[in-house]
């Protein structure tokens, strides 16, 4: 393994996290390789957080700067990001646990790539393992890859598991408004000089309601709900693949080809509203199938069939 432990910048965002911070920074600690530098940037915590990072000051290269108001989870994320300095960067989470090879292997695998990432192992509130790792939970493959076109519709790369190159920084402020960070770090990366999947579960990823993929949990609903909703909850899909492509589109790098696939994509999306059936965005979702499907385990001609189906084909048969 290469001793790099002058390039390594660890970025952690906190807020109210006192009651599993340490855990997170014992796992810092106790890494193969340290970080030169941890950025955490504090956004008003009204518990022990500060307290608890003071405590850690003395035993790791930490940098605390607290915002003197509340500015919320990705502006804060955001800004830390912005101080990072090493030619490599890593995100943290304030209440998961590393396992003590993460940053060693991530660098490992990096090499030519802009960006690598590991899988992770769920715990529960308590730090038991749900004997669970992340991509059983989410039901999609965990990829490599060389395009931003397989993030258009799903995401596999978590900012708790990646590790990218600090020459993606320039291009990646501001965040955009629609596509989640992590996927935007991502989508920059691959079209860059690629993604890298280690299969390997390098963090232990705490599942408690205050978590994104809980959050995030489908809620149940009666049949007669759904069927009455379908058509609307299809017209926002649309209209929020029209914004994520958008945000998509901003990325610098992007190649001539990927850049006219994601605009015939929009404007297909966007006639969502008067159609029946898009048998233009049917053709294109299969044409690139490999690519714009790459993560998702579903039948690509059926995730591309309901994809297609206009609003004015609802109306009749919501239960599509």
Request: with cysteine.
């Amino acid at each position: 393994m290469p001793n790099s432990s002058d390039s390594i910048s660890v970025v952690l965002a906190t807020y109210n996290g006192g009651r599993y911070l340490r855990e997170q920074l014992d796992s810092i600690a106790a890494q193969t390789i340290q970080p030169f530098e941890i950025i955490i940037q504090d956004d008003c915590s009204s518990d022990d957080t500060i307290a608890i990072v003071q405590e850690y000051i003395p035993r790791l290269p930490i940098q605390l700067e607290s915002n003197p108001n509340n500015i919320g989870y990705i502006h804060n994320f955001e800004m830390a990001l912005s101080k990072a300095r090493g030619e490599f960067i890593a995100l943290c989470d304030q209440d998961d646990i590393w396992e003590a090879d993460k940053l060693a292997q991530l660098l490992y695998h990096m090499r030519e790539n802009s960006l690598v990432y590991s899988n992770s192992m769920l715990i529960d509130s308590n730090g038991h393992s749900l004997k669970q790792t992340l991509s059983e939970k989410l039901r999609n493959r965990f990829i490599s890859t060389h395009t931003p076109l397989s993030f258009v519709y799903d995401n596999c790369v978590s900012a708790h598991a990646l590790m990218f190159h600090r020459s993606l920084l320039p291009q990646l402020f501001p965040f955009p408004h629609h596509l989640y960070f992590d996927a935007w770090i991502a989508a920059n990366a691959a079209s860059a000089n690629g993604v890298k999947y280690i299969d390997m579960p390098l963090v232990n990823y705490r599942q408690h309601s205050a978590n994104t993929l809980s959050k995030t949990a489908k809620e149940k609903a009666s049949l007669f709900k759904k069927i009455g909703t379908k058509g609307e909850k299809k017209a926002l899909e649309h209209e929020t693949a029209v914004l994520l492509i958008s945000d998509i589109l901003r990325i610098p790098t992007l190649q001539s080809s990927e850049r006219d696939v994601l605009e015939h994509l929009k404007k297909e999306h966007s006639s969502f509203t008067t159609s029946w059936f898009n048998f233009t965005l049917f053709g294109m979702l299969l044409h690139y199938k490999n690519t714009l499907f790459a993560i998702t385990k579903r039948n690509p001609w059926m995730v591309a069939f309901k994809k297609a189906i206009g609003q004015k084909l609802y109306r009749f048969f919501p239960f599509l």
